[in-house]
Structures are given as C-alpha cells and as structure tokens.
Antibody
C-alpha cells in the first residue's frame, strides 16, 4: 500500500528557507502516469496547491508561489522535496505531500507536517 | 490563478437530508474538477474526480455533476460520518495551477 511521509524542521525563522522531505513507500515516484505534489493548509484555513513534479523531472508551481518555491525528486531515495525561500508568517501551515494520477484528483495523501514561522 | 468559489460556506443539515454544495470556477475548466472531504485533524480524502466520477470505495450517496464553470456535489442522504468540510479543486491547467475552493463546512442542524 502506497504511503507518503512528510518530514522536516517544525520551526523556521522569518526570511529563511523552509525545507521538507516526503518519503514514498509501497510505490515508486519514477512511475509514469502520476504527478507528486505539495499542498498546504494554514491553521484553521483552506487548502492551497503549491506545485508538483513528474517522473521526468518537469515541475509546475502555483503562480502566486512560483518565485519562492522549488520541488525536486530523488529517485534513488524515492523522495520528493520542497523548498520555500524567504518565508514569512503567511507560510506557517500544515504541509501535505500527495500523489495524483494524471487526470484525476490527489488520491494518496501523507499525514502532513506542521511548519511554524 | 483560476479563482474558485463555493457556496454555501457553512451548511447545517440533519441525518437523512439531501445536501448540495456548489462550486464555481472563474473560467471554463471543462470537467477537470475534484471534490474532497476533510475531517478535523485528518488529511483530505478524494471523493469525486473529473467532475462526476466516483473514487473507488466512496459511498454511492455522493455524486458530482457539472462542466465548464459550475459544479455541484450532492449527498443524497446525509449520514453521521458525512459531517465534515468539503473542498473542490480544479486541475484544468498546470501553468495556471490547481486551485481549491474555500471549503464548505457541513455541520449538524
């Protein structure tokens, strides 16, 4: 069964870089037909799509975050990573790693990891 | 970004009620729309994709419809397990991002 597990520092200082890792088990991020992405949820608020990466390495980002975000994948470790530069209080959120079959919704979610700024 | 709206923002209903939530997109997204259910402290769960396709394992009381800019999620007979927040998400264009609606909270009347 596919499982996603987010990890990373729970506390980041303003203006610094937020770095998170998502470890995938029970499946390969190299599989075609899926994108692997990040979604966040500020405390008490709604969901925000951050971006995604394909097995080819092609990435797509939210236009509102594009200038500060990088998503990458390490196929040897079966991990994705997320970096958000120049964080502010507005970046404090629960960050989810997700799998999305192309043409579908996100069908597998990690449990999420909380980041405080 | 494609702007997504949902109505109502909160809905009070009773077990057995038929419930309808509306999601509107700022531009046409064909049928590239998903619906999710989220309960407190839990990750969202995919219910519907491609506007009207039921995700495997999701009860048949959930249904979705719509195309273009207007979509609905219907729960035919609300069950105690259905009290939650529901989000729509468009996935029409990678370059414009896959934005979410603000959510609709379904609570007990």
């Amino acid at each position: 069964q596919l499982q996603l597990q987010e990890s990373g520092p729970g506390l980041v200082r303003p203006s610094e870089t937020l770095s998170l890792t998502c470890t995938v088990s029970g499946g390969s991020i190299s599989s075609s037909g899926y994108d692997w992405g990040w979604i966040r949820q500020p405390p008490g608020k709604g969901l925000e799509w951050i971006g995604c990466i394909f097995h080819s390495g092609t990435t797509y980002y939210s236009p509102s975050l594009k200038s500060r975000v990088t998503i990458s994948a390490d196929t040897s470790k079966n991990q994705l990573s997320l970096k958000v530069n120049s964080v502010t209080a507005a970046d404090a959120a629960l960050y989810y790693c997700v799998r999305r079959p192309v043409g579908y919704g996100a069908d597998v979610w990690g449990q999420g990891t909380t980041v405080t700024v | 970004d494609i702007q997504m709206t949902q109505s109502p923002s909160t809905l009070s209903a009773s077990v057995g009620d038929r419930v309808t939530i509306t999601c509107r997109a700022g531009q046409s997204i064909s049928t590239w729309l998903a619906w999710y259910q989220q309960k407190p402290g839990k990750a969202p769960k995919l219910l519907i994709y491609k506007a009207s396709s039921l995700e495997s394992g999701v009860p048949s009381r959930f249904s979705g419809s719509g195309s273009g800019t207007e979509f609905t999620l219907t729960i035919s007979s609300l069950q105690p397990d259905d009290f939650a927040t529901y989000y729509c998400q468009q996935y029409n264009s990678f370059s414009e991002g896959f934005s979410f609606g603000p959510g609709t909270k379904v609570d007990i009347k």
